[in-house]
């Protein structure tokens, strides 16, 4: 096989794309921020299907958790270079941009496919970048200074005002609504629902192998590749 044709993508093979620690990261983060919401929303008075008292306690360790889980999550991308998955790129960006603005509703094929060293699309990457150094930041910061003023401890942010606190954590909390309603409605285009989901479960999907890729995950770790 000529030197030229070592770095091409072979055909798609069956991997483990999501390890054990995203797969429960990524779920108990779902599972907390459907709680988070249901709670908030119970504080602003939406329903009332939880008191008061009990939604604020439960909306309070619930957050606490979330918080801790997202430290070592960030721990874990930067220790395992996870990170650079979520690194936005050019390349593609306009097809996939186009594919779910127009392609999408027309039956065309998605553009993009899952690579070794890539398994998000560049719109995703963008997405899941925007989400984790902006509004998961704000909302953080925010819950945290609200919850330091509500117990005494937030003297040193009078300055700031606890309304503006509670108008960014607001803000921060819609946008995170927005992003899952359209994270859900993506997960039943293109492929099927399951398709979509399985990979989170499993930790498997198909993604291009270039040759060295694929030799170096048989003789280092034979166990992520799966065999029919």
Do not use: C
């Not at 306690?57 to 430290?71: D, E, F, G, M």
């Not at 719109?123 to 930041?137: E, N, S």
């Not at 954590?169 to 994270?183: K, N």
């Not at 492929?191 to 198909?206: A, C, L, N, R």
Request: charged fraction near 15%; aromatic fraction near 14%.
């Amino acid at each position: 096989m000529s030197d030229e044709n070592i770095g091409m993508p072979t055909a798609p093979y069956t991997i483990q794309v999501f390890k054990i620690f995203e797969r429960i990261w990524h779920w108990s983060q779902a599972l907390s921020i459907f709680i988070l919401v249901f709670t908030g929303l119970a504080i602003h008075g939406t329903h009332s299907l939880m008191d008061f008292g009990t939604a604020v306690t439960v909306h309070t360790a619930v957050a606490i958790a979330l918080i801790v889980l997202w430290v070592f999550a960030i721990f874990w991308l930067f220790t395992t270079g996870e990170w650079r998955h979520y690194i936005p790129t050019s390349k593609n960006f306009a097809s996939v941009a186009y594919y779910y603005a127009i392609g999408i509703f027309k039956g065309e094929h998605h553009p993009y496919r899952k690579t070794y060293r890539r398994k998000h699309n560049p719109l995703q990457a963008m997405t899941y970048l925007l989400v984790k150094i902006v509004i998961f930041p704000a909302i953080w910061m925010s819950g945290i200074a609200y919850l330091l003023i509500s117990v005494g401890l937030g003297d040193f942010l009078g300055f700031i005002g606890i309304e503006f606190i509670a108008v960014v954590h607001s803000i921060a909390a819609i946008a995170i609504i927005v992003f899952i309603i359209a994270h859900i409605y993506l997960l039943t285009t293109g492929h099927s629902f399951k398709e979509h989901v399985k990979p989170m479960i499993t930790g498997y999907d198909e993604v291009e192998l270039t040759l060295e890729e694929l030799s170096y995950i048989m003789s280092d770790e034979p166990d992520k590749l799966k065999v029919d």
